[in-house]
């Protein structure tokens, strides 16, 4: 019993599942024909991936990655407002700033999903519904091919928020727009329109909201009208560039992010954003000028000891 049980298993490892036999609770994970759609669910939250998100769209790719039935996987955001605005930054600063440590366990599943879907050995599309933020946009990266409604702007954030977008997008931003353009999205942290996005490279095509489908569909059509192994080994060899930045880069920045996600500029990024207030850049240079320090326990800011909190006690 037990034996083929397992053989029960491994035939549904390899062969592919139903996608309601997941139960996922983030995405909706859907299969029509030789297309597999990966949607996240999260419209109230334009779309971000928490750590449940982050897993479900692991597990989505893998199995794509099985079914041979599948020929295209399209990934896309719910609702028309926002393809995916990369990390949940509520979760971040519940459970990620006061134990820093486990921002190293959340990045292990960010990794995990690009190396998954990047290794998936089926072209991928991103259907682009909405606004393309922060790590939203090294998800579109990390697909072949992108499509956008017209409607789509596409921006970087993390020197302007308190981080650094080395989870792909410092990386791949200037293989795909240029060095130039890529300082200008990562420094400036402003948004660029769909038009633009399509005169610099960062997406293939840019359609009319109301055609966005047609159009993956028949992109999906023209891709699986091509010879499966030679696409999967096409795109193998496309991938060198990426691979070698990521590969070269991905762990350093995983330990960089961890260590500084309790650092003041994180804080204040975090803070600015669940108070819906402007980041106080000139005083944050000012106050590290004169070496100030903030409490990592209770974050209280612009300590002058340099040894203990004189909120909470805490060493520093």
Known sequence: MAQASTDKGLRKAVSGAKPESFDFKRIIYEKNGYTATITINRPDSLNCFDLVTLKELGDAYVDCAHDDSIAVV????AGDKAFCTGADLKEQDEYVLTKPNDYYKWMYAFV????????????TIARLNGMVVGGGNELNMACDLAVAASHVTIRQVGAARGSVAAGGATQWLPLIIGDRRAREMLLLCEPIDAYMALDWGLVNQVVPASMLDQAVAELAEKLYNKLPECTRYTKQQINFWRDFSWSMTIGHARDWLTLHSAAPETFEGIRAFKDKTHIDYKGLRERAGKAEKNCQACHTQNLQTNKFCGNCGKSL
Do not use: F, Y
């Not at 399209?74 to 955001?77: A, D, L, P, Y």
């Open 74 to 77: 399209v990934i896309t955001g």
């Open 112 to 123: 995990e999903m690009h190396d998954r879907l990047r290794n998936i050995g089926k072209p």
